[in-house]
């Protein structure tokens, strides 16, 4: 990265609040974006809603009809006490009520497995779609957007934000859609078996919910600390790994260990205490609701010894009650981790809205004869518009002239290979290229008439062929053969084994492999070359600088 870039980067003890689980801003436009963006899942979510619907009338209609069934083989069996008779269920007793009611179930269990699997496919193809989005939406973006955001940062948006938002949609949403249901119609049923229980049971429903509401907020508070914790160590890993080097040279090994020792402590200790507050919460609102039921069962039972209720109204009310209790004590956990998932797709569609670089014009021009012309004539540019970096800067590179850039730390050095190579637009003024305004050309065709190398070395996996003609995939074998001798390497490569198909691994940045961004682009016309590999190379300067 450029020195003077390093002036825009964010304080190193600036905290990782980018990274929480807070609410969303404005969670009804993100929830109709979001379904918005799942229309073409419309016929699929539609066959969702109609199982959550079939799924909670036949599981509310199973314990009623149960009932029924109870109170009928009670009645067969007292009857049967009576006269003295055998009691034995055939189809005309009771044998056709059970076989119903094992359909509802049944039916009740299918429509169960149904929804979950179309939910998690549909969650899944949300989430799929996004992710393509955004990893267009990285070529895209402007290269102030990498300046100002941590590699971390963005890498938690491609998974911690989606996988939630994954999550909750096949469990968190599935769940809410069939509470409401379960809950409503369950009260329903339970007042009209006995109002009275029903009370009792919606007291005690309200102190495990008051309950949860507190051990929620506080449990909130301790996930979002250890998000922002876990996404500290996610960067420092990443800002660690890729300068090991840098790291090294400075002898800061003891320290650098010691500052990721002390974050993951930091993480485990944010851990723990968010799982402690996670596991106590669950048997605090048990014993809350097993208190309920064993007093609804006294009050039950005085009713049944009274013939105020039935034994099949019994133990469906209790049915209904198991129904019921476990959605409401799961309200707060539902709805904040629901806050959360919308927050997550807030970030998402946020980075979606980032501002991308400016269109190609229409009508372009390009350069088939290149001279080897650069010129800049007034131009200003800031990587912000409160504070300009350059101003009325003009000068012009002749064919065939060699240009050394000097200037202090910050001064704008890199700053002008980046506006002629179009990684960043000027505010004003105008550069050319042989005549041309490079704004008229694409940025494919303005960039494949240049080659640069910096102090990084970068390569990725792949033959050694393959890394020459990166910048340019249909050279001949031919064409990489003379770029690798214009760069004096040739008969290194020559020397291996496999040649020019000889496999690079992490290794290949040490040694003589360090030179190989030098000789991917010894076939564009116009090279920059730092001073340090310069001084390195110095039988690649007049070749490789502009001609």
């Given at each position: 990265m450029s020195d003077e870039k390093e002036l825009f980067d964010r304080d190193p003890d600036m905290s990782f609040s980018d990274f929480d689980i807070g609410?969303?801003?404005?969670p009804a436009k993100v929830l109709k974006r979001l379904f918005k963006s799942a229309t073409h899942e419309k016929g699929r979510l539609i066959v969702v809603l109609c199982s959550v619907i079939i799924y909670t009338v036949l599981s509310i209609a199973a314990p009623w009809y149960s009932a029924e069934l109870v109170n009928m083989l009670w009645e067969s069996i007292k009857a049967c006490r009576e006269t003295g008779e055998v009691f034995c269920i055939t189809w005309q007793n009771s044998g056709m009520q059970i076989l119903i009611l094992a359909t509802l179930y049944f039916g009740s269990w299918v429509f169960s497995t149904l929804q979950a699997f179309l939910m998690a496919s549909f969650s899944?193809?949300?989430?799929?779609?996004?992710?393509?989005?955004?990893?267009?939406?990285?070529?895209?973006?402007?290269?102030?957007?990498?300046?100002?955001?941590?590699?971390?940062?963005v890498l938690t948006h491609?998974?911690?934000?989606?996988?939630r938002l994954s999550e909750v949609m096949q469990n968190g949403l599935l769940k809410f859609l069939t509470s409401i249901g379960m809950i409503a119609g369950s009260l329903v049923i339970m007042l009209r078996f006995n109002w009275i229980m029903t009370l009792i049971f919606m007291g005690f429903m309200g102190l495990s919910m008051l309950i949860t509401s507190i051990f929620s907020k506080s449990m909130f508070t301790k996930a979002e600390k250890r998000q922002e914790k876990m996404s500290a160590v996610t960067c420092m890993v990443e800002e660690y790994y890729t300068g090991h080097i840098i790291i090294k040279s400075f002898g800061r090994e003891k320290i650098s260990s010691e500052e990721m020792h002390r974050v993951n402590d930091e993480l485990a200790k944010a851990t723990e205490q968010a799982d402690f507050v996670m596991n106590a919460v669950n048997p605090a609102i048990r014993l809350v609701n097993r208190i309920g039921q064993v007093i609804i069962a006294v009050v039950a039972g005085y009713f049944l010894i009274g013939g105020k209720l039935t034994v099949g109204a019994f133990q469906a009310f209790f049915q209904y009650l198991n129904q019921s209790a476990e959605p409401l004590t799961q309200a707060s956990y539902i709805l904040n981790s629901m806050q959360s998932a919308i927050a997550s797709a807030e970030r998402v569609f946020n980075m979606l809205d980032e501002v991308e670089i400016s269109s190609e014009t229409e009508h372009t021009e390009a350069l088939n004869h290149v001279r080897g012309e650069v010129s800049f004539s007034h131009v200003r540019f800031g990587y912000t518009s409160e504070k300009e970096l350059m101003k009325d800067i003009s000068f012009t590179v002749k064919p065939s002239q060699k240009v050394a850039i000097v200037g202090s730390t910050g001064a704008g050095k890199t700053t002008l290979i980046n506006l002629l190579m179009r990684f960043y637009e000027i505010n004003s003024g105008r550069i050319t290229l042989d005549g041309v305004d490079i704004s008229s050309m694409t940025r494919k065709e303005l960039r494949s008439h240049f080659g640069m190398v910096l102090q990084d070395t970068w390569l990725f996996g792949g033959t050694i062929a393959e890394n020459i003609a990166y910048g340019k995939p249909d050279a001949t074998i031919d064409e990489i053969k003379e770029a690798a001798k214009a760069a004096r390497v040739h008969h290194f490569v020559c020397t291996m084994s496999d040649g020019y198909n000889t496999v690079l691994d992490n290794d290949a940045v040490k040694g003589s492999y360090s030179r190989l961004p030098v000789w991917c682009f010894a076939i564009p016309p116009f090279s920059f070359l730092t001073k340090q590999l310069q001084a390195l190379i110095p039988a690649l300067s007049m070749r490789l600088t502009v001609q």
């Open positions: 609410k969303a801003k404005d899944e193809r949300i989430c799929l779609g996004l992710r393509m989005q955004m990893s267009g939406k990285l070529n895209r973006l402007m290269l102030a957007y990498y300046d100002q955001h941590k590699i971390g940062e491609f998974t911690n934000d989606l996988d």
